[in-house]
């Protein structure tokens, strides 16, 4: 017989372990805690607590909903609420003694003699009141149910929103004030104030290399980024009308030289063609004056290198067949060891560099090198660069002895003043505040 009553205890456990966990809400959970748990238990009366968000009588035996201003639940709260604050096994007996005075007096009047206080987890806690002594095994018995039941409130314990959260750690305390000491702390920690603009490394004084005269470009002879020497041909213009203009200046010249041999012959017996050979004279001077201009423009159509370096512009099939202005840029003659950084500091997130700041580039092309540079000159206006944006054109003097590579593109960090923390942070909000606000 004492088989199979323990078998029907432990059946009746596990079918209100069940019921406990497949409750829908935290009402239905309620109500079998406090009504449904006289199956393994004999009491009076039971009240649920939950903790949370909102502290309170969760459920009492006996009704279905409860009166948060009824004194019973006033008396019930105050009671849960000095429980909890006291440390404690989890489950224990309790007395009026136990209790402060204006609980202890109003006992006899809410509850029986006999009461069993069990804690559910960190979720709240259970109270299971009668006439009769609680024996041990059945405090062991309500240890199992207990922890059954806190694991299943566990499912419908209200979350915390971050403002909840922010509150807890925000509310006067001794932990509050240590942690905004360590904000202000933080906050006035000083550092480097920094700005990322597009940089590349351009030549040091290039040698601007331009048409020479109006005309088309006929040809190329170097590639781009070729090194070339003192005296190479670089590019020639288009010669077909400077040829036929110096040619006809030729023939001009010669017949003017035979006119002028002419009268000058008949000057030795004429004195009329002492008159015509002056003429003659000055229009042979005229001849020879076209002819060379002719004959030095024909010469200049070819455009050599007048010191040795590195011919940097685009792509020889841009120039070929384009028509260029006299003075118009075709290439740079550069030095590939004198170099200097280009960077654009975009003019939204301007900030104080002065000649003399630090600069370090990082190569789009290889991410492990760093070149630190000495800032030189900083534009006084912003100007378009690419891509529509206003920025200050800055130049820099590199530090190292081996500079990179000419035409290198990459980022270039720009280093201003010492800020506190809290300044470099709210820096740019603070900006898009103002422009926001228009204060």
Known sequence: MAHADGSRELAALIALMHRARAAGDAAELGFVIVNESQQMLAYRQAALWREGLQRQVGALSGLSELEPTAPYVQ???????????????????????????????????????????????????????????????????????????????????????????????????????????????????????????????????????????????????????????????????????????????????????????????????????????????????????????????????????????????SDRNDWQGKAVAVGEKVMTLADPAQVELAAWLPAAEAIDVAPGARIVLYPNGDPTATHEAEVLRVAYKAEAADGGLLAYRLQARFVERVPPRLGQMGTAKMYGDWVPLAYYVLRRPLTAARQWLGW
């Open 75 to 313: 008396w019930l709260g105050g009671l849960f609420r000095h429980l909890a604050a006291q440390p404690g096994p989890d489950c224990r007996l309790l007395s009026p003694d136990q209790l402060p005075a204006a609980l202890a007096d109003d006992w006899a009047a809410w509850l029986p003699e006999q009461v069993l206080w069990l804690r559910l987890a960190d979720q709240g806690a259970l109270l299971l009141a009668r006439a009769e002594a609680w024996s041990a095994y059945e405090q062991k018995l309500a240890q199992e149910l207990a922890h059954c039941y806190g694991h299943a409130l566990t499912l419908f314990a209200p979350r915390r929103d971050l403002r909840q959260v922010a509150w807890d750690w925000l509310k006067p305390g001794p932990r509050q004030r240590k942690l905004l000491l360590a904000l202000v702390l933080l906050a006035c920690v000083p550092v480097r104030l920094s700005v990322l603009a597009r940089g590349e490394v351009v030549p040091r004084d290039p040698l601007l290399l331009r048409a020479p005269l109006s005309g088309v470009i006929a040809s190329i002879a170097v590639q781009p980024n070729q090194r070339v020497a003192k005296g190479a041909p670089l590019f020639a213009l288009d010669a077909t009308q400077l040829s036929g203009q110096y040619a006809l200046a030729s023939r001009e010249r010669d017949a003017a030289q035979e006119s002028y041999r002419v009268s000058a012959q008949l000057a030795v017996t004429d004195d009329k063609g002492r008159l015509a050979m002056a003429q003659e004279r000055a229009r042979l001077e005229e001849k020879s004056i076209a002819a060379d201009y002719s004959g030095r423009e024909l010469q200049r159509l070819q455009v050599t290198a007048p010191q040795a370096g590195v011919v940097v512009f």
